[in-house]
């Protein structure tokens, strides 16, 4: 790969405007030289503001661009996952936002795609570049490989979400009149799902995808998870599921509040101890997962309170580097790989796990 990664982008809608191509623009060895956009209007807007050279009806004019190495999608769900293949299949890097694809047939399509030309996507975790998740990684990890807490009795992910924009004060975004054509859906839902549940069953994959491959980073259980119960409400959102996470209980925790900031956290807890992190607003910027580690060292019996030598602290660490955006990091990981060869830290093979198990959840939900 060259010095300086050319990217081609798709579509312009808000995560486009607000996250992705200002940071994909401020990386230095990186270059945006096409924009693909079905509203004309809205691509030459987009085009004007970032001084991107080329713009393009859609995705396929990047398709055939010999100037692009590499392309970036955001797009509804369905759809993205098909321009993912479709790029792969031509030969070039992609990233994409989560969730890779709507089942697991599609995500498999996507993956066999990029095997057959030796083009790599990197699905958009970023919670995966989050410093204060990166340290709640590294702690666990530790701890499970010394053994000085005992053995991981129980991990949770819980998600209530509230108000995630956090008042961000970048310029306006760029509008269009034209309505943006339908994208397909249901040709690429798993076959075995109630038309019913649709909206229900992309609605939770897209919120929840985040957790349940956050609580597999933290417990580095790669394909090792399973569903054990899934019992949600009607709405096909709010409820609990416990998961078997690399060997490990779980639980994942989730509803709607109308909340100020967002009720967005992760906790896994040892015999004699937890490490525990609360997740900023997504569009906050420059703002850290906060971290909370607690210790129980005992001197004697274990599980005796009273017997001297036991200590009990509470550590607020601050993860470094403190003032960063995990979207910013995604994006200059995502470049750094392809310039050097290292490894993507959330590859498309690993993103499979994630659209497999959801639809695990609503089977065993459903009871289909």
Known sequence: MPDRIRVGYVGCGMMAQRVHLPNFASLPDCELVALA??????????????????????????????????????????????????????GKHVFMEKPMAISRAQAEAIVAAGASTGARLMVAYMKRFDPGNELVQATVAGWRASGELGPVVLARAHGFCGDWTAGIDLPPLEASDEPAPPAPT???????LPARWAASYVGYLQQYTHNVNLLRFVLDAGDRVRVKHADLDPDGYTGVVILDVGGVRATLETGRLRYYRWDEHTQVYFERGWVHTWAPPLLLRNAVAEVEIYRSDEDGVPGDPGRRGTQHTITRAIPEPRWSWAYKREAAHFVECLRTGAPFRSPGEDALTDVRLFEDIFRTWLQI
């Open 186 to 192: 249901e040709e690429h839902l798993p076959p075995w």
């Open 37 to 90: 956009e079905v509203r004309r209007d809205l691509g030459e807007k987009v085009q004007r503001r970032y001084g991107i050279p080329r713009l393009y009806p859609d995705h396929r004019g990047l398709l055939d661009d010999p100037a692009v190495d590499a392309i970036a999608v955001s797009a509804p769900f369905a759809l993205q996952g098909q321009i993912a293949r479709d790029a792969l299949a031509a």
